[in-house]
Every structure is written in C-alpha cells, then in structure tokens.
C-alpha cells in the first residue's frame, strides 16, 4: 500500500509544484485531477489537459514522477454521467474517454469517475439509463488496458432536495455497478453519515477495490436531532450543507483509521490510499491546503507499512 493524495485540493499550483511538494512530504502517490480548465464547483482543477495529450507530454509526466520517486496512482474527473441535459452528458462521455487515452499513454491503469444521477427520473429509470450509458466506456477503457473506478460519494448538492445526486453511495449500488463491470474507488467518509459501518461494507468488496481514497467526516448528532438525516430543509441555501455534519482531512474527524487501513490488508489490497482534502477548516489559501495535507499524512502513514 502506498499513501497519496488528490491534487484537486491545490488546483492553483501546477502539477510539478505538487510533485516535488508531495516527494519532499513523503507522500509516494498522486491521483491527478483532469477536468478541463473551467470547473463548476470547488475541489476540481486541471493538472494534465487529457484533451489535448500525446506521446511527448506524457514522456514529459512519466519523467517528472520519476524524478520525484512517485507512482500516478490515477486520473480523477469526477463527474455526472446520467447528466439530465443530453449534450453535457455526451460531453462528459467524451472527457472520459479522453481520460482513457491519456491514461493509456501513461501506463496508468485506473480512471476516477462518477456513475451521477439524473434528478428528474427514479432511481428505476437512473438505473436503465446507466446500463445504457456506462457498458460502453467500460468496453473503451477496457480495450485500452484501463479501468473505471467509481467514487462512492453521495453528491447530494446535484439533487434539488440533498437526495443522492451518484447512484454508487451504498454496497447494494456496489454489486449493481460491479455487474457493468466498473470498480470502486473506496471513501469511507460518505458512508459514515449514511449510517453505513465504513468497515463491514470495506470488507466483502474488497477485490473490487483497486484504489481507495482517505477523507474524514465529523458527526454532529445533536444537529442532526434538529434536521434530521437528510439535513436542513428550510434554512438550506446551498445543496451541500447539511447542517449537521462535514468533511475534515483525516485524523479530525470521526472514522477509525487503524480499523480501515487494517481492514485493507487483511484484504489484500495493495494500492494507493489517496487523502481527499475537502476539509473546510484547512482551506482557503496553498499554505491552509498543505498543513491540512501535513495532518492527514501524520494520521495515515504510521499505519502504512513499508
């Protein structure tokens, strides 16, 4: 297992500034944010241009790892493949195959997506559309040697109402999507809040668990006493605030490291654990960004063998 994190967090520094801020951090791994140049919400950004990637840039990114000693663990662009308008949904498509060839090119074998939700249609009918939409760029990856790893996050803020706005947030959605033959890129912190034990849920999918990502959640349940599960209702101006609970880099908030990370060896994973920093608290300019990543690393790598 090696210990990484997401560049999304630092979508103002170029990508070899990271690097070498990551291999002077003893971090071994990135998983590198692809969206295209103009994002639509926080926590995206653009380290490599997939859209515009051939055989020289990616010599010129294979060298640049290599000089810091780090392994690019995956491509993220975590977007909404049932997208309700039909020409973003294309485009969307588009980038993820973009993604693949890049991915192709780089010798990684894995690229960070979502499954999404279209917020007009049931869960029945998302679940039609998918088995539409997703078998053909399972088929694109897999004919290029790469895989589609699905991130199990709610993403409640695409929903009108906070529902799940990414039909891959629970173990029963899991063996859906395994049966289109996409992988799960494994966060605990969405399943915390469900109510789902980050554990039991880890461990019989673990083989279908190439890449993992480390974010925390802190639990207010005297809040959520107010709001209930679903959060605030009335005084909710910005679909991703629940009211009663948050992100936070791990070590600060509520899941329980040493069981996760043991969990992952008893299973026999031997990938990347990439840290997912959305915490608010350690946000807002680089230096808030990489202390932030400073904690996270201090939690997660004495329990990291090797």
Known sequence: MKLGFLTACLPQLP??????????????????????????????????????????????????????????????YYENNLHPDESRRSEIAAHV?????????????YVGTFVGRHPGLTVKENIALAERELPSLVEYAGERGVRIIIENCVMEGWHPDGYPGNLAYSPELWEWMFGLGLYLNYDPSHLLWLG????????????????????????????????????????RTDGWDSGWWRYRVPGLGDVD??????????????????????????????RRVTQGLEIAHRTLRPLIVG
């Open 15 to 76: 990508l070899d500034e990271i690097a070498a801020w990551a291999a002077a951090h003893d971090y071994e791994a990135l998983e590198v944010a692809t969206w295209p140049s103009t994002g639509s919400r926080e926590f995206e950004a653009s380290h490599i241009d997939v859209a515009d990637f051939g055989e020289r840039r990616a010599d010129e990114v294979r060298a640049l790892f290599d000089k810091h000693g780090l392994t690019l663990s995956s491509l993220a």
């Open 196 to 235: 789902i034990d980050p554990v039991e849920a880890l461990r019989p999918y673990i083989d279908r668990i190439p890449h993992a990502q480390a974010k925390d959640a802190q639990l207010d349940p005297r809040a959520r006493d107010s709001y209930g599960f679903f959060g605030r209702s009335v005084a």
């Open 257 to 286: 490291w040493r069981r996760i990370v043991d969990t992952l060896y008893e299973g026999g994973f031997t990938g990347v654990l990439s840290v997912e920093h959305e915490d608010p608290v350690w946000s807002g300019d680089v």
């Open 97 to 109: 195959r973009a993604n693949v060839d890049a991915a192709a090119l780089l010798g990684v074998p």
